[in-house]
């Protein structure tokens, strides 16, 4: 089993709060990855990163920002949560030179 | 655009026939797929992959077949057991790109 972890795993916020998604691996992976899942839908990569200070943005337009100042933990940030932000939140990572991804259980987040 | 689509949004299988899990890409630059299987509640997990220049690929239980001339992808299971509902994604990457571009997932529902 994957050492990837995720909090919280579920959370149910008001519009206009700021939160922060956490993600932390423990393999010493250099790429992370933050995806965008709605219920039984494709995932949609929102945010990636190749190491320490390097970040970029993925496919799918997103309100969040992300930061990765050590090699275990990538948060995600929402500076104003909206309902429209009501979806699954995966965190993944892989070592670098392989395309195998090590997904974590995700955050369901909720929005009101 | 690239897009990844899966044909059949749910399979129903009798516990011990085999499954098949179709996929179609539309770029023809990919050349590195993979499957996933997602079970409720948890993140996806790697089942097999398998690059352009191979046509098949088998693992446990598992075989991928790859036709590149109409941009076909599947998944074959063989036995199919309890164990193995799930939803399955496939995903794919153009070489010198790190993002995968995931298909819409199929669920696979064994019958007892």
């Known amino acids: 089993e994957a050492d990837i972890y995720q909090t919280p795993r579920y959370l149910v916020i008001g519009t206009g709060k700021k939160i922060t998604l956490e993600c932390s691996q423990t393999m010493g992976h250099d790429k992370m990855y933050w995806y965008q899942q709605d219920p039984g839908m494709e995932l949609h990569l929102i945010h990636y990163?190749?190491?320490?200070?390097?970040?970029e943005k993925g496919d799918l337009s997103s309100e969040s920002t992300v930061s990765r100042i050590r090699t275990e933990h990538f948060p995600l940030t929402l500076e104003s949560a909206r309902p429209s932000h009501t979806s699954q939140y995966l965190c993944?990572?892989?070592?670098?030179?392989?395309?195998?991804?090590?997904f974590g259980p995700g955050t369901r987040l909720t929005v009101t | 655009g690239e897009s990844v689509g899966l044909h059949l949004p749910t399979l129903s299988v009798q516990e011990g026939d085999n499954s098949i899990i179709n996929c179609a890409y539309s770029?023809?630059?990919?050349?590195?797929f993979i499957w996933y299987k997602q079970e409720s509640g948890k993140g996806p997990q790697f089942i097999i992959d398998?690059?352009?220049?191979?046509d098949k690929r088998q693992g446990q239980r598992v075989t991928v077949l790859l036709n590149k001339t109409v941009k076909h992808l599947s998944l074959q299971i063989a036995a199919t057991q309890p164990g193995d509902s799930a939803v399955y994604f496939c995903a794919h990457r153009a070489s010198g790109t790190y993002k995968y571009i995931f298909g819409t997932g199929t669920r696979l529902k064994v019958l007892a």
């Open positions: 990163s190749y190491g320490v200070n390097s970040t």
């Open positions: 398998i690059r352009s220049n191979m």
């Open positions: 770029n023809s630059a990919s050349d590195y």
């Open positions: 993944a990572s892989s070592e670098w030179g392989i395309d195998e991804q090590y």
